[in-house]
């Protein structure tokens, strides 16, 4: 009966199926509590997150889109649009209306990340594909963020120049 043949450490095989096992229910226990607060983790940043973007990007679309959902798993990204009555992905919006909810996005990710941090915030040109009326209210938008957060804007284009606190 091989049960009983001893292994090469001494210990018979019975024991040593016993040890694996018990390894592995304590590895699916630790596992299963990491996937868990994972979730909970993920749950709790993307209603935060959704909920700092609702009020930036009602501002920046001049309040076509007011609601917006980011999927706990995928960090997907919804958006209620009025004209359709439906829940729409953000890939299928134009890509002046996509730019405007990722910058609200990155907008809440530096929020959820800095907490009570004031780090500068660096923008490289980010609205070259915004028109002039959504080109202002991100503007807008960023001169709300500077009395939280000192904001540094790189841009080629002088449309901005009469919004700015110094133009260098």
Same mark, same amino acid.
């Given at each position: &009966?091989? *049960?009983?043949?001893?292994? &090469?450490?001494?210990?018979? =095989? ?6 694996? @096992? !018990?390894? $592995? ?6 596992? *299963?509590? $990491?996937?868990?607060?994972? %979730?909970?983790?993920? %749950?709790?940043?993307? !209603?935060? +997150? &959704? ?12 309040? !076509?889109?007011? %609601?917006?959902?980011?999927? *706990?798993?995928?960090?997907? $990204? ?5 004209? !359709?009555? *439906?829940?729409?992905?953000? &890939? ?5 209306? +996509?730019? @405007?909810?990722? +910058? ?6 530096? %929020?959820?990340?800095? @907490? ?6 660096? #923008?490289?040109?980010? #609205?070259?594909? #915004? ?5 202002? =209210? ?10 939280? #957060?000192?904001? $540094? ?9 009469? @919004? ?5």
């Amino acid at each position: &009966e091989l *049960d009983h043949v001893p292994s &090469e450490g001494g210990l018979d =095989r019975r024991q040593e199926l016993a040890a694996t @096992q !018990r390894r $592995i229910r304590v590895y699916q226990l630790a596992l *299963d509590a $990491i996937v868990r607060a994972e %979730r909970s983790t993920m %749950r709790k940043a993307t !209603r935060y +997150l &959704e909920k700092r973007m609702r009020g930036d990007l009602e501002k920046l679309t001049g309040a !076509r889109y007011r %609601r917006v959902r980011v999927d *706990d798993a995928t960090l997907d $990204i919804r958006v209620f649009a009025p004209e !359709r009555g *439906d829940w729409v992905p953000v &890939e299928e919006l134009s890509q002046g209306s +996509l730019d @405007q909810v990722y +910058l609200a996005a990155r907008l809440g990710l530096v %929020r959820l990340v800095t @907490q009570d941090c004031r780090p500068p915030l660096v #923008f490289d040109d980010p #609205f070259v594909t #915004f028109d002039d009326d959504r080109a202002a =209210r991100a503007v807008g938008v960023l001169r709300e963020l500077a009395a939280d #957060f000192q904001v $540094i804007y790189l841009t080629t284009s002088a449309r901005y120049d009469a @919004q700015a606190d110094r133009v260098v």
